[in-house]
C-alpha cells in the first residue's frame, strides 16, 4: 500500500514508517496539517494513518475534509486519548478505525491490513488467484504449495495485481504506489518489476498482460500462460 503518517512526533512517524517499509509498504511523513494537505492534493493514497493532535490543528477538521469531499481514503486514526467518546467522535467523523497510544506496531499493523481489506471488499488476509497464494499477514507467497521467494518491492507488486484482477492499471499508477516521493525513480522501474515478477513466478494460472499505452492487466487465465 500507499500511505500517508500525519504524526508531529518524528520518533514516532519514524518508527512507523519504518516497520511499515519492512513489510513492502510505500510510506510518506507529514508532520503538520498543512504538509499532510499538501501531500493529499498532488499524490493518491491507499491509507492514511492520522494523529489527532498537531501543531496546526486537529487530525479531525482534515479529516471531515476529505469525507466532505467524498473521498474513499481509508484513514487510521492515533490518539492519546482514552475516552469512549473520543473514540466514537473518530467513528463517527469518518475514521475506518483508531489506536490508542502507546501502541504496539503488530497491533498497528494488524489493524492498518484490516482496514485495506474491508476497503476491498476482502474477509481474510489470503489473497488467491488460480495455483497462487498470498498470505499479506506473513508476506508468504506460493505457487502450487511451494514458496516462492520475492522482494519487498516484488510482493506489494503482486499483492496490487491480485487486489485488482481484471482491472487495467495504469503504469502511472502503479509507480506511484511502489515508490515514494523520495525515490528518484523513472516509470521505466514498474516495467522491470513486472518482468521480474513474470520470471519469479511459475504460475500456470495467473497471466499478467501488457496494454500498450493503457497499463497492465492481472487476471486467472487457462492452462497456457502467456507473457
Not at 502507546?102 to 491490513?113: M, V, Y
Request: proline share 3%.
Amino acid at each position: 500500500m500507499r500511505l500517508l503518517i500525519v504524526e508531529d512526533a518524528e520518533d514516532v512517524s519514524d518508527a512507523i514508517a519504518e516497520n511499515l517499509s519492512r513489510q513492502g509498504h510505500v510510506c510518506d511523513k507529514a508532520r503538520t496539517l498543512a504538509d499532510a494537505r499538501q501531500f493529499l492534493a498532488v499524490q493518491p493514497f491507499d491509507l492514511m494513518v492520522l494523529d489527532i493532535n498537531l501543531p496546526d490543528g486537529s487530525g479531525y477538521d482534515l479529516l471531515k475534509e476529505i469525507r466532505a469531499r467524498g473521498e474513499a481514503l481509508a484513514v487510521l486514526m492515533l490518539t492519546a486519548r482514552l475516552g469512549v467518546d473520543d473514540r466514537v467522535d473518530a467513528l463517527d467523523a469518518g475514521a475506518d478505525d483508531y489506536l490508542v497510544k502507546p501502541f504496539d506496531f503488530r497491533e498497528l499493523e494488524a489493524r492498518l491490513r484490516a482496514v485495506a481489506r474491508r476497503r476491498h471488499g476482502e474477509t481474510d488476509a489470503i489473497l488467491e488467484a488460480g495455483d497462487i497464494c498470498f498470505n499479506t499477514a506473513t508476506r508468504r507467497v506460493t505457487v502450487s504449495g511451494t514458496p516462492c521467494d520475492l522482494t519487498r518491492r516484488e510482493q506489494s507488486l503482486l499483492e496490487i495485481l491480485l487486489s485488482s484482477r481484471g482491472r487495467v492499471i495504469a503504469k502511472e499508477e502503479l509507480h506511484s504506489r511502489l515508490f515514494g516521493l523520495e525515490d528518484e525513480v523513472g516509470l521505466n522501474a514498474v516495467e522491470l518489476y513486472i518482468a521480474r515478477l513474470r520470471k519469479k513466478l511459475p504460475s500456470t494460472s495467473l497471466e499478467i498482460r501488457t496494454l500498450r499505452g493503457l497499463g497492465y492487466q492481472a487476471f486467472v487465465a487457462g492452462p497456457a500462460r502467456h507473457a
